[in-house]
């Protein structure tokens, strides 16, 4: 009908049923549908999956999604065309990662009780595995981090009603995002002093902080990243495996 638009990353290819999907965010006037795998929704959103699609409030499912973690795959989101194009939401062309993570969170923050999750079969299979690599050695990572402070902004220029969606952005994901850019760096063979001296010098440094938000795994990561990095250990590594 072209009504109904899909996002879909050229490093990933995903097997889904689209036309279940359209079927059903025509027939629920969803403005959001999200056709993830049921145990996908569950692990990262207890609570937001019932048997049969059911609204939910945009402002809710993003702060589940900062307060528990995880990501939403666009490839797997159907967009009301109507909607994107009154809301004049619309991908940035200033960074090269990060950007379909501030857009789903740019369109969550304008929907209201009409996104929907629908759990059906959808795999997600990269295509090419090294794509970015050359990137990550020149600490573009980090534009994930200018993108999601982006949406802290907007979120602060929404009203006081966001107050805890800013919370979780400045206490959780935020942090946590900074940290992830180090981690990948680490395990890409980039040296501690190198990494630091680039976290300070861009103000990163600034967005490791915590609240009561903060859950207390991220909390200890930050402490070890600030008070002796040359410590940190990123996740699934053996102590020694990083330069």
């Known amino acids: ?11 990933e290819f995903y097997r889904a049923p689209f036309a279940k999907w359209l079927e059903e965010a025509q027939k629920f006037g969803a403005e959001i549908f999200y056709g993830l795998p049921a145990g996908q929704v569950k692990e990262l959103e ?12 945009g402002c809710q499912v993003m702060a589940d999604i900062l307060s528990k973690g995880g990501e939403l ?12 194009i009154k809301n004049r939401l619309t991908f940035s062309e200033d960074y090269s990662c990060g950007y379909q993570e501030a857009f789903l969170y740019q369109c969550l923050l304008y929907v209201r009780e009409r996104i929907y999750f629908g759990g059906y079969d959808c795999r997600r299979e990269p295509l090419y595995q090294n794509l970015g690599d050359s990137r990550i050695k020149e600490f573009a990572c980090f534009e994930r981090v200018d993108a999601l402070a982006e949406i802290r902004d907007m979120m602060k220029n929404c009203g006081a009603g966001n ?9 959780q ?8 850019c180090v981690e990948t760096l680490l395990k890409s063979g980039r040296g501690y002093n190198a990494i630091s001296r680039y976290v300070q010098k861009h103000g ?21 990243w600030k008070k002796l990095p040359w410590m940190y250990q990123p996740s699934g590594t053996k102590k ?4």
């Open 1 to 11: 009908s072209g009504r109904y638009l899909v996002f879909i990353r050229p490093s």
């Open 46 to 57: 207890s609570g937001l999956m019932e048997k049969q699609p059911v609204p939910q409030e």
């Open 73 to 84: 795959p666009i490839g797997c989101v159907l967009f009301h065309k109507d909607f994107l």
């Open 163 to 171: 107050k805890k969606l800013v919370e979780l952005m400045e206490h």
């Open 173 to 180: 994901r935020l942090p946590s995002a900074v940290l992830e």
């Open 204 to 224: 990163y440094y600034q967005l490791l902080k915590s609240g009561h938000s903060t859950g207390s795994s991220l909390r200890k990561k930050i402490f070890v």
């Open 240 to 243: 020694g495996e990083t330069k």
